[in-house]
């Protein structure tokens, strides 16, 4: 699985050119490309890169790609990304990292964004991976309950839970929230349910990415697919 992610990557780094900036996605499959374009850099590319979470940040410095932020440049060419699941719509779940909400806003900053992953990440639906929302941990009760509505009025329902680190203690992302798993199987109509969750005052962001995946690149075992949003 680790060799198909990395194919993936590799593909990925085809579509970077000198002088692009470049969204530094977050995770086992995203390492691989920062690894890859760490090589190239070091051959001489010249490219600039916003990572989208502390790890990747360390990451990308150990490998010697240059850094920036999105306070220096306005808009990023191409931002390269793994995903928990991806659907024939480029619709996605991400957040399986917990890097959800850098993630949003640095493929939300970027002309592309090219999600790599091995051929398991791609559905049907989305749903089976559980959806992850960061919360604010003030008023969590009441957050989740506004969540229970949001998922009731778009068909669909399941166990939350918060996120535990291995260590046993709640996981705290890169901002200082916490993220709540949510089991719901699928997901009919997944534009609809991210715009409930996105007016609850207690989610900061959900996982579900709509319209903003261009390209998909899968890796499996008969070969790469590259497949357009349609
Ligand atoms: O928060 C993490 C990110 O959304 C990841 O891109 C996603 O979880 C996929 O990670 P991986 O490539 O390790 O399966």
């Given at each position: 699985m680790d060799a198909l992610k990395r194919q993936a990557a590799a593909r990925a780094l085809e579509e970077v050119e000198s002088g692009m900036r470049l969204g530094l996605g977050t995770g086992s499959t995203a390492k691989h490309f920062v690894d890859l374009l760490g090589e190239r850099v070091r051959a001489g590319l010249k490219v600039v890169g916003v990572p989208t979470s502390e790890a990747t940040r360390a990451q990308a410095e150990a490998c010697g790609v240059p850094l920036t932020t999105l306070d220096e440049i306005d808009r990023l060419d191409i931002t390269v990304d793994g995903a928990d699941e991806i659907n024939p719509a480029l619709d996605l779940i991400k957040g399986g990292g917990g890097a959800l909400l850098r993630e949003k806003i640095v493929a939300s900053a970027s002309a592309r964004m090219i999600v790599i992953a091995?051929?398991?990440?791609?559905?049907?639906?989305?749903?089976?991976f559980p959806l992850p929302v960061e919360v604010v941990p003030f008023g969590l009760a009441a957050t989740q309950r506004e969540m229970g509505d949001a998922f009731a009025k778009a068909g669909v329902s399941g166990p939350m839970s918060v996120r535990k680190s291995a260590d046993g203690h709640v996981f705290v992302t890169d901002g200082g929230h916490w993220i709540v798993d949510v089991r719901?199987?699928?997901?009919?109509d997944p534009p609809r349910l991210a715009g409930l969750l996105s007016?609850?005052?207690?989610?900061?962001?959900?996982g579900l990415f709509i319209g903003l995946g261009s390209t998909a690149i899968l890796a499996g075992a008969q070969g790469i697919r590259v497949i357009q949003r349609p």
């Open positions: 091995d051929e398991t990440k791609w559905v049907a639906r989305l749903g089976r719901l199987g699928e997901i009919e007016a609850i005052p207690g989610v900061v962001e959900h």
